[in-house]
């Protein structure tokens, strides 16, 4: 990839096309040299992100689809997660309590913090009846 350029993949929100978005993403990181601890942290806050789109985003049963849309810039390399399910913003996703013994914790609820944790900056918004979730990686 080069700067301003914008690649795109759009499948059905099933768990068994998690590998696809996932090489798609690997890809993109590849062919923009984005490689080491950067491309890890984008590889896992994609990841939490298109599971937790393809898990909770539509109610059980309905089909719909999810979009990864990979962009590079001279600065960045952003990552937006699109699905056209009910309104979630995951930015009010409240942190998790580490504190509590992993025995007492809920399952779940790790995913959102981590894909701050592993991001410089996630956007959300909802526009034309779809989520839109942006992951922000700054570049050295």
């Known amino acids: 990839m080069k700067p301003g350029e914008e690649k795109k993949i759009r499948v059905p929100a099933r ?4 590998e696809k978005l996932i090489d798609f993403t690997l890809s993109c990181l590849r062919s923009a040299g984005i490689e080491g601890e950067t491309a890890s942290d984008i ?22 689809d999810i ?3 990979c962009t590079l810039s001279e600065r960045s390399f952003v990552a937006t ?22 025995d007492r914790r809920p399952v779940g609820g790790l995913g959102v913090y981590l894909m701050k944790k ?6 959300y918004r909802r526009e034309n009846g779809s989520n ?9």
Not at 91 to 99: A, E, I, Q, S, T
Not at 118 to 123: A, H, N, P, Q, V
Request: net charge negative.
């Open 15 to 18: 768990l068994e096309n998690l």
């Open 132 to 140: 839109l979730l942006t992951i922000i990686k700054m570049l050295d």
């Open 118 to 123: 592993f991001s410089d900056r996630l956007e």
């Open 43 to 64: 590889h896992l806050a994609v990841d939490e992100a298109c599971t937790n789109c393809i898990s909770y985003t539509y109610p059980s049963g309905s089909p719909g």
């Open 81 to 102: 997660v699109r699905d056209w399910g009910i309104t979630f913003n995951p930015l009010k996703v409240g942190p998790p309590d580490l504190n509590l013994d992993i």
């Open 67 to 69: 979009e990864l849309t």
